[in-house]
């Protein structure tokens, strides 16, 4: 079933930075698709576009049956809890602990941070436990984030993300800060979000190789503007 459906998406920064040009596509529950593209193609605005961190110019996003153009502020807060963001320097609140950082992402931003842990029920610190434990984190559960390496940095991220309980995880360039092992690592628990827990993927990637290697589809994006749009297996190597 469809999740995500963009028509004719437009965005401009400014006077004449013209970001994305006409994109048009749809995303089905339960995709891996990958977004590839040299640095400046648009990517990144894309997916900013879809949670509405940025506001597109013109065209519609509809993302689960709502038009996410038309929400209002008071609305973006819900949108968001439903589309959890991974972010290329993970975004998080480096003095806290790996568990704080978890439940915070549930309380919400504005949240003070003082006692943050006895705000929450123990169902939901088990919940925030449980996924950290399947991300590998069992350890680093009461560790400060500015003592972990960038590849667990990235998955407390996602683990922040999940415990929302998102229908769609959208991940800008989750891998650009990583080595080798912890890429692999970070997008082997991407395919496994979406293939075990129905998450459905849209990741951002300037790795083509990696790309190829791990989604359903790919949509390469040149200048702001959809250039692919298939199976990894028809990506040409001018790609
Ligand atoms: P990518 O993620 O593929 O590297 P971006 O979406 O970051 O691409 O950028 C697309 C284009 O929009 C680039 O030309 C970039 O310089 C421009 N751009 C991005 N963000 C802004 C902004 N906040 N203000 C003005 N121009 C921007
Ligand atoms: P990335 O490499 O992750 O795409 P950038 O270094 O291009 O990030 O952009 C970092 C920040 O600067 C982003 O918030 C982006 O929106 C903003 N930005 C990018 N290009 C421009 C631009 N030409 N004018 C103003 N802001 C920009």
């Known amino acids: 079933t469809k999740l995500l459906q963009l028509n004719e998406v437009h965005k401009q920064y400014g006077q004449d930075t013209k970001a994305l040009t006409n994109v048009n596509f749809t995303v089905n529950s339960g995709e891996f698709v990958s977004i590839i593209g040299p640095s400046g193609a648009g990517k990144s605005t894309l997916l900013r576009c879809i949670n509405r961190m940025i506001d597109s110019s013109s065209g519609d996003i509809v993302f689960d049956g709502q038009n996410v153009n038309r929400l209002k502020k ?9 589309i959890g963001m991974i972010f290329q320097h993970y975004n998080l609140v480096e003095r806290l602990s790996v568990i704080e ?44 984030c500015d003592q972990l390496s960038g590849g667990q940095k990235q998955r407390v991220g996602i683990a922040r993300a999940l415990i929302q309980d998102p229908k769609l995880l959208l991940c800008d360039e989750p891998i650009a800060s990583l080595d ?35 989604s359903d589809r790919i949509i390469g994006v040149n200048k702001g503007e959809i250039v692919y749009d298939g199976l990894p297996a028809g990506v040409g190597p001018e790609e």
Request: net charge positive; with cysteine; glycine share 6%.
């Open 180 to 214: 080798p092992n912890a890429s692999q690592t970070i997008m082997e628990h991407l395919r496994s979000i979406c293939s075990s827990m129905g998450i459905t993927v849209l990741v951002n990637l300037h790795q083509v190789d990696v790309a190829l290697k791990y």
């Open 101 to 144: 950082n978890v439940l915070h992402g549930r309380l919400g931003y504005k949240s003070t941070f003082a006692g943050i842990l006895g705000l929450y029920s123990e169902q939901e610190k088990r919940q925030a436990y449980a996924i950290l434990q399947m991300l590998g984190l069992e350890k680093q559960i009461y560790k400060r």
């Open 74 to 82: 008071s609305e973006l807060k819900q949108l968001r809890t439903r």
